[in-house]
Structure formats: structure tokens, C-alpha cells
């Protein structure tokens, strides 16, 4: 009986000793995800200078507490409404891949939070949008849109450096414009339409004049030529036409179904029954 209360009392210390142990490892160390990076808040003297990276990481129980940071490429969709240098409304969406310069987690938690990218990209996006978009024409934003996104890129990452953020790609994926332009264009394009129907309808009339012209020069020709062939040759050539004719007449009836062809004896019809 000694014997098993003894081994019974060794097991309850080996199991306190092991929860113990969980306990204080669960306490003292924490774990970064890959694409993390974490920063250390001491109770006592504030926030640690060391970034700590993927992998198993001690701190302080109760003392001191993780702070995690997401530090892989992100994208973000930012809405605004802007003018036109000729005041036509425009709405544009812009997509923004973005990440933090990691070696300025401490001086972005310090001076913005962990949710900096809420804080700042919008702001600065349509700083930047309002500023460019003002520059050019509802047109020139179609006919331009290149060298557009090049401009709000350029100055958009320029400004979000100043707060150590990263955009690795920046483009703008929709672009519309007020309802009145959009009529505008609407017709604008009706009369493009319309004026190239007008120019075609010309270039028709003046290739049909043109036509007239080349078929009267030629029936004039012909019939010069035919009279100077009448005065050389007589009623020959007139008798020769006169066949041509006849053999194209002829050429059609003999095509066509409803002909019936009569010998030239007229008494044929006499010999016809009459009862």
C-alpha cells in the first residue's frame, strides 16, 4: 500500500512538473509566422528596439507581449471621386501592393499603429489623385491614361516613403466619368457616324457622276464611231447590228419557259378541229 501511494505521489509530481514546464513555455515563448516580423511592448520600459523574425521567440511572462506585424506584399483598393481640369467628375479605383519597410516596424507602431496602412494610404492616395487628375482634360485622362498612372505613381510612392511604406506596383483599374460626358461622347460619336456616312455618300455621288460622264464619252465615241463606219461601208454595218440583235433576242426566248414557237405557215391554226 506504501508502495502505491508512493509511486501515486511521484506521478502527481512528474505531471505538475510537466504542466509547470507547458505552462512556462507557453508563457515565454511565442511564435512569428513566415511573413511576420514581431515587435516586444515591456510594461516596464516600453517598446523593445529588436524586430524579431520567423520562428520561436522568448519573452518575459506577464512583463512583455508580442506585437505582430504582417510584412508580405498586400494589396489595397482605394475609391475616389475627383475633377477635371475642364470640371468634368470623374471616379477612379487605384490598386496598391504595398508593405512596410520592416527595419521601420518600431517607428510605424509608434507614430501610427499596427493598422498604419488605414491611416495613411488613403489620405495620400487622394492627395495624389486630386492633385494629378486636376492637370488634364476628361479626354486626355482616355487618350493619356499611360503616362497618367505613371505620374500618380511616381508621386504616390515618393509620399508614401515618407512614412517607410513600400508600393511595389500601383495601377488604376476603373475609370468613369460623370453622366454628362458620358452623353457627350455619346454624341459626339453619332456625328462622327453621321459625317463619315455624309463623306461616303459624296465619294458615292462623285464616283457615279464620274461613271456617267466615262458612259456618255463612250456613246458618243461609239456613235461616232458608228457613223464613220455607216459613211465608209453603207447599211452593212446597220444590217450587222441588226443581227447582233436579233441573235440576243432570240438567245432570251429560247431561255425563256413560257415561249411557244409557231412555224411560219399561218394554216396550221385552220387545221385545228373545231368540235
Do not use: W
Not at 487628375?133 to 510612392?157: C, D, G, K, P, W
Not at 454595218?237 to 432570240?250: D, F, P, T, Y
Amino acid at each position: 500500500m506504501n508502495f502505491l501511494e508512493s509511486g501515486l505521489n511521484s506521478l502527481g509530481r512528474i505531471g505538475l512538473a510537466v504542466a509547470g514546464v507547458s505552462f512556462f513555455m507557453g508563457q515565454c515563448l511565442f511564435v512569428v509566422d513566415g511573413g511576420q516580423r514581431a515587435l516586444i511592448f515591456d510594461r516596464y520600459s516600453g517598446l523593445k528596439p529588436k524586430i524579431h523574425t520567423e520562428g520561436v521567440n522568448f519573452k518575459v511572462p506577464i512583463l512583455q507581449y508580442p506585437i505582430l506585424f504582417e510584412v508580405r506584399t498586400t494589396p489595397k483598393v482605394i475609391n475616389a471621386k475627383t475633377g477635371t481640369k475642364d470640371l468634368q467628375i470623374v471616379t477612379l479605383d487605384l490598386r496598391i501592393l504595398y508593405h512596410p519597410e520592416v527595419e521601420y516596424l518600431n517607428t510605424l507602431y509608434l507614430n501610427l499603429g499596427r493598422d498604419y496602412d488605414d491611416r495613411i494610404l488613403p489620405s495620400i492616395a487622394n492627395e495624389v489623385l486630386k492633385s494629378v487628375i486636376a492637370q488634364y482634360n476628361a479626354e486626355q485622362l482616355l487618350t493619356h491614361r499611360e503616362h497618367v498612372s505613371r505620374e500618380i505613381r511616381e508621386r504616390l510612392t515618393q509620399r508614401a516613403s515618407e512614412f517607410h511604406i513600400i508600393l511595389e506596383d500601383i495601377a488604376l483599374t476603373h475609370l468613369v466619368f460623370g453622366k454628362e460626358f458620358t452623353t457627350a461622347c455619346e454624341q459626339k460619336q453619332v456625328a462622327q457616324q453621321e459625317a463619315e456616312r455624309a463623306k461616303y455618300s459624296v465619294q458615292q455621288m462623285e464616283q457615279e457622276a464620274l461613271a456617267a460622264i466615262i458612259k456618255a464619252e463612250g456613246e458618243a465615241e461609239a456613235g461616232k464611231l458608228l457613223r464613220e463606219a455607216y459613211e465608209k461601208y453603207g447599211t452593212t454595218i446597220l444590217e450587222m447590228r441588226s443581227l447582233e440583235a436579233s441573235k440576243k433576242i432570240a438567245a432570251q426566248l429560247a431561255n425563256s419557259p413560257g415561249v411557244m414557237y409557231i412555224p411560219g405557215n399561218n394554216s396550221t391554226l385552220l387545221n385545228l378541229p373545231l368540235n
